[in-house]
């Protein structure tokens, strides 16, 4: 039997309600293939699951996640590399110039951190700020997927990743070669300024400080406008007033309704209260 006689469309239609119930992601209905390929590392001969039924059944019966958490991980699309879109690093910088001085504190967001590369590059632009920061400065990194935070807490990148896209002199200063060969580490005193943990933007956050800058990068493109008007306004509650909401270079607020003023390049500050 093929693998898309084994998915049926009426199947897919389950696992679609499935993650669009558990991540806000809604899958259109081209992506069957995409669901077969991914899903097809745990459904088989001699895997976890013997069907797509089988699987589906244990995904509603189970009662400790790990399923779940599996078939998350599977179908969450993770893509991304150092200063990604280097114009939002520039307002980093300018964030931190202008508004620095006048906080008690600092804390970032990367709010859909795959693996890695987005907080610690907001980590190279905090570390490089020409004068002192408040001490209680932090980078928080947060991902739906388990399997990517593994390999963001580790910093451990390909060389052509890090020498093809972070500048010269941060190479030197923040990254380190490793037994392993063409591959580098992060300097665990820039691991140490991020804390990366799970986090499903559906569900509550748990933070005790507001935000003074969020990176919610191309993450909404595949929420639908239910689920994307629901997540930027919780941003919107979670930053300081005059704090950053970037999003994707291709991506829009337009069509939902929101609290935030525009203010470039895909940025947007919360004004007021």
């Given at each position: 039997?093929s693998?898309?006689?084994r998915?049926s469309?009426?199947?897919?239609?389950?696992?679609?309600?499935?993650l669009?119930?558990?991540?806000?992601i809604?899958?259109?209905e081209?992506k069957?293939?995409l669901?077969?390929?991914?899903?097809?590392?745990?459904?088989?001969?001699?895997?976890?699951?013997?069907?797509?039924?089988?699987?589906?059944?244990?995904l509603?019966?189970?009662?400790?996640?790990?399923?779940?958490?599996?078939?998350?991980n599977?179908?969450?699309?993770?893509?991304?590399?150092?200063?990604r879109?280097?114009?939002?690093?520039?307002?980093?910088?300018?964030?931190?110039?202008?508004?620095?001085?006048d906080q008690?504190?600092?804390?970032f967001w990367?709010a859909?951190?795959?693996?890695?590369?987005?907080?610690?590059?907001?980590?190279?632009?905090?570390?490089?700020?020409?004068?002192?920061l408040?001490?209680?400065?932090?980078?928080?990194?947060?991902?739906?997927?388990?399997?990517?935070?593994?390999h963001?807490?580790?910093g451990?990148?390909?060389?052509?990743?890090?020498?093809?896209?972070?500048?010269?002199r941060d190479?030197?200063?923040?990254?380190e070669?490793?037994?392993?060969e063409?591959?580098?580490?992060?300097?665990?005193?820039l691991?140490d300024?991020?804390?990366f943990?799970?986090?499903?933007?559906?569900?509550?956050?748990?933070?005790?400080?507001?935000?003074?800058?969020?990176?919610?990068?191309?993450?909404?493109?595949?929420?639908?406008?239910?689920?994307?008007?629901?997540?930027?306004?919780?941003?919107?509650?979670?930053?300081?007033?005059?704090?950053?909401?970037?999003?994707?270079l291709?991506?829009?607020?337009?069509g939902?309704?929101?609290?935030?003023?525009?203010?470039?390049?895909s940025?947007?500050m919360?004004?007021g209260?």
């Amino acid at each position: 039997m093929s693998d898309e006689a084994r998915l049926s469309d009426e199947l897919f239609g389950r696992f679609s309600k499935l993650l669009l119930n558990k991540t806000g992601i809604a899958l259109k209905e081209y992506k069957k293939y995409l669901v077969i390929s991914r899903l097809s590392q745990l459904v088989g001969p001699g895997k976890r699951f013997d069907s797509f039924e089988d699987f589906y059944q244990v995904l509603l019966a189970e009662s400790d996640g790990t399923a779940t958490q599996a078939f998350i991980n599977a179908l969450t699309t993770n893509y991304s590399f150092f200063f990604r879109d280097p114009v939002h690093f520039v307002v980093l910088g300018q964030y931190l110039r202008e508004r620095a001085a006048d906080q008690s504190y600092l804390r970032f967001w990367s709010a859909a951190s795959s693996t890695g590369e987005e907080a610690y590059s907001m980590a190279i632009t905090m570390a490089n700020h020409p004068v002192p920061l408040p001490p209680d400065r932090r980078i928080l990194a947060t991902d739906i997927s388990t399997k990517v935070l593994t390999h963001a807490e580790q910093g451990l990148y390909a060389s052509e990743a890090v020498l093809r896209h972070v500048d010269a002199r941060d190479q030197t200063k923040y990254f380190e070669a490793t037994e392993e060969e063409k591959r580098f580490r992060v300097k665990e005193s820039l691991r140490d300024r991020v804390d990366f943990r799970q986090l499903n933007l559906q569900d509550e956050y748990p933070f005790g400080k507001k935000m003074d800058v969020i990176f919610l990068r191309n993450v909404m493109i595949y929420f639908g406008p239910e689920e994307k008007a629901e997540v930027v306004e919780k941003m919107h509650a979670q930053l300081k007033p005059g704090g950053l909401l970037f999003i994707g270079l291709s991506e829009s607020l337009a069509g939902i309704r929101h609290r935030f003023a525009s203010y470039r390049n895909s940025i947007f500050m919360k004004t007021g209260a």
